[in-house]
């Protein structure tokens, strides 16, 4: 079993910045693909972010450019830089892991 425990969501004006972390503990190795998704109020979660172990990443096209996806296999850890951020990445942004889902961080963007 995985437990993920995300941080560094918040209130951020549009064109600002911020920086999500993912932490993982548990007996499974950090050795799989991982993932950041988002949901926003009355919409489908959605896929934003992944990253191999290996460091091969991939995004979604609404992000691309402007959000960019770590990870340190020493520690455990993901995170998620989210630059030029815009009104419609607001929502709920949860990592994810072989099945285990963390228990999300908020986002809002807004003047």
């Known amino acids: 079993q995985v437990q993920l425990v995300e941080s560094g969501g918040g209130l951020v004006q549009p064109g600002g910045s911020l920086r999500l972390s993912c932490a993982a503990s548990?007996?499974?190795?950090?050795?799989?693909?991982m993932d950041w998704y988002r949901q926003a109020p009355g919409k489908q979660r959605e896929l934003v972010a992944t990253?191999?172990?290996?460091?091969?990443?991939n995004y979604a096209d609404p992000v691309k450019g402007r959000f960019t996806i770590s990870r340190d296999n020493a520690k455990k850890t993901v995170s998620l830089q989210m630059n030029s951020l815009k009104p419609e990445d607001t929502g709920v942004y949860l990592c994810?892991?072989?099945?285990?889902w963390g228990q999300g961080t908020q986002v809002t963007v807004s003047s």
């Open positions: 990253i191999t172990r290996g460091g091969t990443t």
């Open positions: 994810y892991y072989i099945g285990n």
């Open positions: 548990g007996s499974i190795p950090f050795i799989y693909n």
